[in-house]
């Protein structure tokens, strides 16, 4: 499952994740609908999820803050919202990646997407770092 960000998600991104990924691709209101949803609880909705990888390009208040979970996979783009039509494509690549090719391999670990690297941290915080 793909949990798109709220201010990331419209129709047409969700229809271009959609064209490559099988499983399900929903908005992160659709997990707790008619509320409003502060980011310090997104964690706790991904919890209810079945192994979901959150997308956001808010990076700043989800990398580096957020502990790494088994339970979800959380992967941040620092891009503006002009770029919002490069997530689907770079998703897809990321994962293309040994690292991120399956829910098994990406489950506790929060992720960040540059056009030059990714970067990835689980439970121990340890940064690592994967060229594209």
């Known amino acids: 499952?793909?949990?798109?960000?709220?201010?990331?998600?419209?129709?047409?991104?969700?229809?271009?994740?959609?064209?490559?990924?099988?499983?399900q691709v929903i908005s992160i209101n659709s997990l707790r609908p008619i509320t409003l949803i502060k980011d310090d609880s997104i964690p706790?909705?991904?919890?209810?999820?079945?192994?979901?990888?959150?997308?956001t390009i808010n990076a700043t208040d989800f990398w580096r803050r957020v502990p790494a979970h088994l339970g979800y996979c959380l992967v941040t783009f620092p891009f503006p919202k002009e770029r919002l039509d490069e997530?689907?494509?770079?998703?897809?690549?990321?994962?293309?990646?040994?690292e991120f090719a399956s829910k098994g391999t990406r489950m506790g670990k929060i992720v960040q997407v540059t056009r030059a690297q990714i970067m990835y941290y689980g439970s121990d915080r340890q940064l690592h770092c994967v060229e594209w």
């Open 1 to 23: 499952m793909i949990v798109l960000d709220e201010n990331i998600w419209n129709q047409r991104i969700e229809d271009a994740f959609r064209v490559w990924y099988r499983g």
């Open 44 to 55: 706790q909705l991904l919890h209810r999820a079945n192994n979901p990888t959150f997308i």
């Open 87 to 98: 997530l689907p494509e770079l998703s897809r690549q990321l994962f293309k990646l040994r």
